[in-house]
């Protein structure tokens, strides 16, 4: 194998030119399959991060109770009404179990109780009709994008605190540090103090969302046993749906996973996946087609050296590896370049294509460049592509080329 | 032929034909060839074009089977060794010289002639240089070692080509018109080096050759004509290979 490695590396550098451009074109190749690897998964990234980052990947729920209908007489029609119990709440009532085996679970980033209802604050003469969500302090931010969007005070939840929108408290003309009334939608009520003013910059949240300390909704709401949901984040998002099968059966609850809820945003992220993969695809057999015919042309250039390499007693293999170790070293050479054009390239445009608030014009992620996978395929793929021309040139006849 | 007793058939050719087979049109090339080549020996293989001496030389030289016959070297019948194995024996016991020296371009001359036996793995790369550097010093070729293939002239570069198919200590070494791309003066030289090689090692040589002068330098002549043995004739005035030997 090492006269093999010698006789292929000195054809490559015999042919510096010729070389070059495979390596430049295996290059571009992985440099395509990476760039569009940071920018597909740097999109997907920013589109899961802006539409998931602040919901749950898996919420848990109490399960609807529906009561079954009777059977009725003969001929005897049954129209059903449910009348929801006005006094009990839907809750999960052994919480502190389920939380516990969700902690237990190393798929599992977080698991966070919640209890919420519908409520009101009210100030003076004014009332405005509010979604209360009570969490744990230091779990806020787990639950919603609370503590960026922060605009007056702090996201501090101590057991007298809220943190409510800007366009509620301009619509109550309050400020931070200043009590209201909240109450919730089955009478209880209770003084609290504004601690922090968020402007998350969408109307229905910053007019309606109110947070509160865990211990003190669950008072307001009269909800001492139970919770409303729990809110699960994973490490991987895409094992959402499967985990929540797995959750509903060993729990027996309302378990629903954030693809389920955004079944849209969903489809469109598989397909921009497919269309990234598609495109790297192509640059996959772009790859194996330039290698494949350089190195075949090669073949009829060395053919009498291939003649000259037989008659000497060198085995079809021999002449095989030759061609082979080609493959592997234009491969392995183009794609660690690609690779390396694709980093700093995608870091420049990271860079330099920023609009003038700030934000990125190609949402593109350099760390997610997939830069090892792009390495070892075309590396495989330049390999699989001199196979043909080794074959070929494994099979030239060794009379023919000496003749010629 | 020669009726030595004493000698060793290196070489045995036993009724050996040749037919090259187009579609329906059966070409016979070689019609029935036999003769031995004892080792030591310097033979000259003549005839005129299209009588069937590169064929036979292929089929001597294991590049090329026979379409009857048999083919008998060291003891072994060639014409039923697999192909793997063919290219092994070719390897250890067969040398060419080519009209066209087919040296490897971007290799110098060392290396070119430490090829066959480096790359098969019959020598170390010690043992190999050792050789190959003694005989580029035979073929008065020390001071070109490193050279590039393509900075030697044509005369060095067959003399490189000649010593190439000597690195692995062949017992036979085919040549095909070995002075035919050379001028008179290079020409000369490696004549010269072939008859004094055979005469210092007792390798055989078989020369296939139209030019009568370097015929009558050999031992034997063999003649074929239209694709048989015309004549084998020995020219008891050439002293060396056979009595070196």
Known sequence: MRYEAKVALRYLLSSKMQTGLLIGGVGVGVLVFCFMSALINGLTSDQIEQTVGSIP?????????????????????????????????????????????????????????????????????????????????????????????????????????????????????????????????????????????????????????????????????????????IEVKLYDLDMAPALASNFAASTGLKVTSWVEKNKRLFNAIQGQRSTGSLIKFFSIVTIIIGVSSALLLTTVRRKSEIGIMRSMGMT????????????????????????????????????????????????????????????????????????????????????????Q | MTSDATMTALLSVAGLTKDYIVGDLVTPVLKGISFDIYTGEFVAMLGPSGSGKSTLLSILGTLLKPTAGHFFMLGNDLTKVGERELTKFRNRNIGFVFQYHHLLPDFSALENVMFPAVASGLMDDVEAELRATMLLGRVGLSHRLNYKATKLSGGQKQRVALARALMNNPALVLTDEPTGNLDRESAHQVMELLTEINAESGTTFLISTHDSEIASRCQRKITIIDGKVDSIETNPVVQHGLAAA
């Open chain 1, 57 to 229: 990947h898996v919420t848990i729920e109490p399960r609807e109770q529906t009561p079954k209908v009777l059977g009725a007489a003969d001929g005897v029609v049954v129209l059903p009404a449910i009348l929801r119990d006005n006094t009990q709440r839907a809750q999960i009532r052994a919480w502190q179990t389920v939380l516990d085996s969700l902690h237990a679970d190393e798929k599992v980033r977080v698991a966070v109780p919640v209890v919420a209802s519908n409520g009101f604050i009210a100030r003076g003469q004014a009332i405005q009709p509010v979604s209360i969500t009570g969490v744990n302090p230091e779990q806020l931010s787990e639950v919603a994008a609370i503590g960026p969007a922060i605009i007056k005070g702090a996201a501090d939840l101590d057991l007298n605190g809220i943190i409510i929108g800007a366009r509620l408290a301009r619509n109550l003309s309050i400020d931070v540090g200043q009590t209201l009334v909240i109450r919730s939608d089955r009478g209880g009520q209770r003084d609290v103090k504004v601690r922090g003013i968020f402007s998350i910059g969408i109307e229905s949240l910053d007019e309606r969302v109110a947070y509160m300390n865990f211990k003190a909704a669950k008072a307001l709401l009269n909800l001492d046993n139970g919770i409303s949901r």
């Open chain 1, 316 to 403: 079809k293999g021999f002449i095989n590896r030759v061609f082979v170790i080609q493959g592997v070293l234009i491969g392995l050479l183009g794609a660690m370049v690609g690779a390396s054009g694709a980093f700093g390239f995608t870091t420049l445009v990271l860079e330099l294509a920023v609009r003038a608030d700030g934000t990125l014009v190609f949402p593109i992620d350099p760390s997610q460049g997939a830069y090892l996978a792009g390495i070892m395929l075309a590396t495989v793929a330049s390999t699989v592509a001199a196979i043909l021309p080794a074959r070929a040139a494994s099979r030239v006849d060794p009379l023919e080329a000496i003749s």
